[in-house]
Each structure stands twice: as C-alpha cells, then as structure tokens.
C-alpha cells in the first residue's frame, strides 16, 4: 500500500501566500518561499503553488518565484494558474517545479491534455477539478470558481485521464476553507472510478477530517491551506496521528 501524502497549498496573489473561504473573502498568510521551506522541513510530502490571479503579463513573475522555492526547497512541488501552452509549462519545469497543474486552459481545449502529456510525460501533468455540487449533479468551474461549465466532475475526469493527465486535484468549492470536511462521498466517487492518485481538496479543519478523506474517502493525497498556515495543525502532529490510526504516512 502507497503511504498517503500531506501537501500544504500556497495560494499566491502578488508573490504573497493568500487565503479565502469559498474562494472569496481573500486575506495575507505570508512569504511563499519561507512557508515552503518552513513545511518541507516539518515533513510535508509536497507543495502546491498556485499564481491565483494568472495572466500573461505576470509569468515570467511567477517564474522568478519559482526559481526561489526550487532553491529553498527539497520536496516536490507543483505550480499552476494562467498555463495554457507548452512554452507555459516548460517555463515553469525549467525554473524548478517537479509538476505543474491547469484548469480552465483543459476546459476550454481538452486537447492541451494530450499535447503536454506527450511532451512531458503524464507524470508532471495535474488536471485541477473545481467541483461545485449542487442539486442538479456536480458540476466543473473554471477562472479561480467564477464560471460554470456544463461538465459533471467524474465525466470530466474520466476524460482528461484517458488524455493524459496523470493526477487529479479534486477541489471541492463546498467545502473550501469552511473547516468542515473534506468532500467524503465525491472523493471516493472519483477516487474508485479513476487509475490514477486523486488529491482532496477543501474542506480541511481538524485531524479527524484527514482520517476520514484517507478512510472513507479512498484520497491518496489530502491538501491544505489556512490550517496549516495559521498554526492550528502542525504537519508532524497530523502525521502521527494518522500512523496511530492505521494510516500509512512518511513519518
């Protein structure tokens, strides 16, 4: 069995560490670079890096940043916001990240899925999925949870796998910094219908909601933010925590 993994998620707005709830009420966390080092050496299994305002004019700022967080720090970590091409993606593997993410370039041209795999291994190629459930089904939302697409989540994934992508990031909007729970039942849904790891987004505000994630809802990777940049989990705590109920963690 595969040790399930912690990774802390930087939303950056401006080269500073942001954090909303429901992806709206945005407030300052810190230094991207010191937050990432700090939880490299707390045991986190990776980082998420992710430029929230993204366009084209702010790439080559953003991969300035990367080019510090790759000498800062010594786990993986993924980038994404505003990638829409290879020339995107080759700029922010060559600055350092091990993996990078996209959403709404996927969405609007499915076939961007193929093209990056091909060139840089499916490995490397994360599809974020904004899923946003509602009475009518589960629907994928694109531009940071601003705009609805008429795509049901498991669809949706099912489809970029079969392009490709060799990771999903489930992020449930639901949930998003509410501290209520991870997304149980949607995450299991994708994880049991899909070869590839899905990495559960939303949700995160005790110890017990990690167990459940990795429990009942079959995640192979739980992600989160304010709470661990806040201080209200520390990932060694959490770590042993798991491993005291059965589950596999790189202590």
Known sequence: MLTKRIIPCLDIKDG???????FINIRNAGDPVELGRAYAEQGADELVFLDITATIENRNTFAELVKKIALNVN??????GGVRN????SLLLDAGADKITLNSAAVANPDIIDLLAGEFGSQCIVLAVDANCEPEGCFVYTHG????TELQVDIWAQEAVERGAGEILLTSMNHDGTKKGFA??????ISESLPVPVIASGGAGSLDHFVEIFSFGKADAALAASIFHFGEILIPELK?????HNIMVRL
């Open 16 to 22: 500073q560490t942001v954090k909303g709830v429901n």
């Open 75 to 80: 786990i993986p970590f993924t980038v994404g």
């Open 86 to 89: 290879i020339t995107d993606v």
């Open 145 to 148: 949870g601003r705009k609805r």
């Open 184 to 189: 149980i039942d949607l995450t299991r849904k």
């Open 240 to 244: 042993t925590y798991l491993s005291k």
